[in-house]
Structures are given as structure tokens and as C-alpha cells.
């Protein structure tokens, strides 16, 4: 009787997903070695352009647990030219993890689909799976980027239209600093023009985000200086003689000779013994790894708690053909393997030295919350530089501090450090994490992104410390 109650539960399920419209040619049965889980997943891809053959890969997952009660979260990695499905969905805030032998996944009890819908996209076409018939659409920008994701999104959103009403929060880490504020411009734009549907902005979020060039870079020295990982001396010689306002990413280094050495010798001490993305945590030794992951079957975790080699075990999965076949990607046969950022995308750099300030002014004109968040162990995009910035845009906007510079707690520690300006404009630290917040500290950026999606602020009390 059990038996026949559950297969009737299971047809019943995929007969309501079809019903609401959604694409069962796109639905994934079952990921190569994953768990059983209570929630649907797709994968497939939107054409962006019919005629140039341009095409985004998506994953989407499921809210787990009172789906269609939930908002929708679009998600983007960074780059210019990484993979989101890589990133987000399979080693951030996504619902698994690759397993240590590269051949299959655990849960991420901490994933973002307990509070909202998650959407992931390799965004622009060239970026893993997506791909066009046009080679010259490997050359692209932020222009273009923004444009095919408005039109991926109406196109989703007809294998999808249960979702068109839904709450939107736009999400992301690094450069999507870049993307997801000037995708809010074009979807707002979209919106004045439309005489019938409109996208459902509800929010924009962003971990350690390329903002303003001339203050990101040199926060990267200061953050070196403040952590022990350079000296008095260079230190000082990088604030006396460079000129960051001069800093672009196609010819970084048209400064002094005095700076050019000063930056040489940071680097230098610093070295290639360091994950710069998160300073605290021990690197991986790729070729042990990948003869592990082919021979032994089993990978090495070398620090506690935190799998530092988890992009070679995510590599190796999802170049394995019964993956791709899950996922039903890789449509075209691409000549070359899956990897984490793209080896064929020609960016345009010149388009990271754009001031997204004004952007975020104009977004937040329109009413719609902004959270800027950093992992404290960052020192790419450190949150020296984003907290100047975002304080600088509620000076411009002539906001107030409407929540003062404080401690936020998750189960009885300090969680990190926020501030709110206008009630509408936050910046928030996540402590103990990195550039990519959720990889080191999964259950405080759930706590974040909780606070995001349900409209609250971060949790600033605890219980008092048994003495």
C-alpha cells in the first residue's frame, strides 16, 4: 500500500509541474550520484538569438519546502567569464556540493533554496555550457551582457510562467558588481516602456563587488598592509607614489616607476602560496589532487572543515558525459572541456572601469533595497573599498544612517558587522568568509540572505554568555 501511495504522489508531482507549464524537457530526474531530494530541478537552455544561434545555459532549483509561496532569486558569478552553475549553484549557495572523488554530490544543508527559488545562468554566451553559432559573439561587454540576460529572462519566464509575478532578487558575487546593477538598469528600463508585464525587482544583493575600480585596487595593498602580509615600508611607498585614479584594467601599470616597483614587491611577498580570494585558508595542490580524483577516488581536504580543492572535484563532474546528459547540457558538442571561467571569452576590460555608483543611485531611486556584503578574508575586492563606497553613495543620495555600524550574531557569535542608510541601502560584513561568502561561512550567508529576501535586518542581539 506504501508503494502504491508514493508512485501515486510521484506521478501526481510531474503531472502538477506540467500543468503549471513548466518544461518537462528541461527537468533533471536524477544528478549522477546525488541524494534523493524533495524538490524539482531543470536544466536546459534559453535562446537569446535565434539568428546568431546564441544560447544561455540554466539550472534552476526549487525552493525546498512551499515552492510556490517563495520568491525567485537570479544568481551570477563574476569573472567577466565564470560560470555561475559552477560557482553559485554547485559550490556556494546552490543545493550540492561535488563529493571529495569528483563523481558525485552531498547536500548543502545551508543552500539558499530553503528560503527562495534559485536561478543560475552562465552568462555571456561563451561562459561554460552557453555558446554561439557566431564566434564573434565571444567578444563582448557589459552592454551586451545585460541585454541577453533581459532576454533570457522574458524567454525563462515562458518555460516558467508561474513565475513571471513572482518577487525577483538580483544576486551575485565580484563582477557581478558590474552585471547585476546594470541588469537591474535594463529590466527597470523594460519596465518604464511595458505597457503589460513587468519584471518584480524586489532587491539587489552583492558579495565583495567590483563597484569603482580606482578605490577597489588600491584597497587591495591596504588590506595586504592591515593583515601582516606586507611591510611598513612598501605599504607606504604604494600610498605615497600611486595614483590609483589612473588605474584601469587594460593598462594597469601606466603609473610612476617608483609604483610600478612598490606594487612589484607586494606582489612578490605576498606570492603564490596564498589564496588571495580568502587569505586565511591553505591552497590546494592540483596535480595531487587530480591523480587522486583519477586513481584513489578520494580527495584531500587540507583544511579543517573547508574542502580548499573543491574546484578540481567540481571540474572533474561536470566533464563526466553522464552529467552533461543529466543536466542536458552541452547540446552542441563544444570542442573543448567544461571549465570554471572561460578560456574563449574575449571581455571587453575596458568596460571594469566603469563607476557603478550611479547606477546603484538610479536603482535605488526606484525604492528597491540594495545590500552590499563582504567576506572579511577577501582581499581581491576587500570590504575596505565597499564600505567606503557604499557610504559614499548614501552621501550622494544625502541618506542618513538609519541602523549605526554594528555587530550582527548567529547562534550566539558575531556574525559580522552592518550598517543601514535611508532604510533601504546596506552594507554588511560576513566574518570568517571570503570572496565567495558562502563557501566559507554557508549558515551566516543564509542568515544574510534571510534577512535579505524577508525584508529584515540581521539579527543584532544574542544571549548572554553563560559565565
Not at 531543470?42 to 546568431?52: I, L, N, R
Not at 512551499?66 to 569573472?79: D, F, S
Not at 527597470?188 to 578605490?215: E, M, Q, T, V
Request: charge should be neutral.
Amino acid at each position: 500500500m506504501g508503494n502504491w501511495v508514493w508512485a501515486v504522489l510521484v506521478i501526481w508531482f510531474f503531472l502538477v509541474g506540467e500543468c503549471l507549464g513548466y518544461p518537462k524537457e528541461d527537468l533533471v530526474k536524477k544528478l549522477p550520484g546525488s541524494p534523493n531530494v524533495n524538490f524539482r530541478q531543470y536544466a536546459g537552455y534559453v535562446d537569446v538569438d535565434d539568428k546568431a544561434g546564441r544560447s544561455l545555459f540554466y539550472y534552476f532549483a526549487e525552493a525546498d519546502g512551499n515552492a510556490n509561496a517563495k520568491p525567485l532569486t537570479l544568481w551570477l558569478n563574476g569573472g567577466p567569464g565564470c560560470s555561475s552553475i559552477g560557482g553559485g549553484a554547485f559550490t556556494e549557495l546552490g543545493p550540492f556540493f561535488p563529493r571529495g572523488d569528483g563523481r558525485g554530490l552531498i547536500v548543502n544543508k545551508y543552500s539558499w533554496n530553503r528560503v527562495s527559488n534559485l536561478l543560475f545562468v552562465e552568462s555571456p554566451a561563451g561562459v561554460g555550457w552557453s555558446y554561439s553559432n557566431r564566434t564573434s559573439d565571444y567578444k563582448c561587454g557589459d552592454d551586451q551582457t545585460a541585454k541577453d540576460l533581459r532576454t533570457f529572462l522574458l524567454q525563462w519566464y515562458g518555460k516558467f510562467p508561474e513565475y513571471k509575478s513572482r518577487d525577483l532578487f538580483l544576486t551575485g558575487e565580484s563582477y557581478a558588481g558590474h552585471y547585476i546593477p546594470q541588469l537591474a538598469d535594463v529590466l527597470l528600463d523594460y519596465n518604464h516602456h511595458s505597457a503589460d508585464f513587468k519584471f518584480n525587482i524586489k532587491g539587489l544583493a552583492i558579495g565583495n563587488p567590483l563597484l569603482k575600480l580606482d578605490r577597489d585596487v588600491p584597497a587591495t595593498y591596504e588590506y595586504f598592509w592591515s593583515h601582516g602580509m606586507i611591510s611598513d615600508e612598501i605599504g607606504l611607498a604604494i600610498t605615497a607614489e600611486c595614483d590609483f585614479e589612473d588605474y584601469t584594467f587594460v593598462n594597469p601599470h601606466n603609473m610612476t616607476k617608483p609604483c610600478h616597483k612598490a606594487i612589484e614587491q607586494a606582489n612578490q611577498i605576498v606570492g603564490n602560496y596564498i589564496n588571495n580570494y580568502d587569505v586565511i585558508l591553505d591552497v590546494c595542490y592540483p596535480s595531487i589532487v587530480l591523480q587522486e580524483l583519477r586513481l584513489r577516488k578520494y580527495a584531500t581536504k587540507i583544511s579543517i572543515g573547508v574542502d580548499v580543492c573543491m574546484t578540481y572535484e567540481r571540474w572533474f563532474y561536470f566533464n563526466l558525459p553522464e552529467v552533461q546528459n543529466a543536466l542536458h547540457a552541452n547540446r552542441t558538442h563544444l570542442p573543448y572541456k567544461w571549465s570554471m571561467c572561460s578560456d574563449i571569452l574575449k571581455y571587453n576590460y575596458h568596460d571594469g572601469n566603469i563607476n557603478i555608483l550611479p547606477i546603484l543611485k538610479k536603482i535605488v531611486g526606484y525604492k528597491i533595497p540594495v545590500w552590499i556584503f563582504s567576506g572579511d578574508q577577501d582581499s581581491v575586492v576587500p570590504l575596505l573599498g565597499s564600505r567606503t563606497l557604499v557610504r559614499e553613495l548614501a552621501l550622494d543620495l544625502q541618506f542618513k544612517i538609519t541602523l549605526p555600524y554594528s555587530a550582527w550574531f548567529h547562534k550566539g557569535q558575531v556574525g559580522g558587522w552592518a550598517t543601514e542608510y535611508g532604510n533601504i541601502l546596506t552594507f554588511a560584513t560576513v566574518r570568517g568568509a571570503a570572496h565567495m561568502v558562502h563557501f566559507a561561512q554557508p549558515a551566516r550567508a543564509l542568515v544574510l540572505f534571510d534577512s535579505i529576501v524577508n525584508g529584515k535586518r540581521l539579527p543584532n542581539v544574542t544571549h548572554p554568555l553563560i559565565q
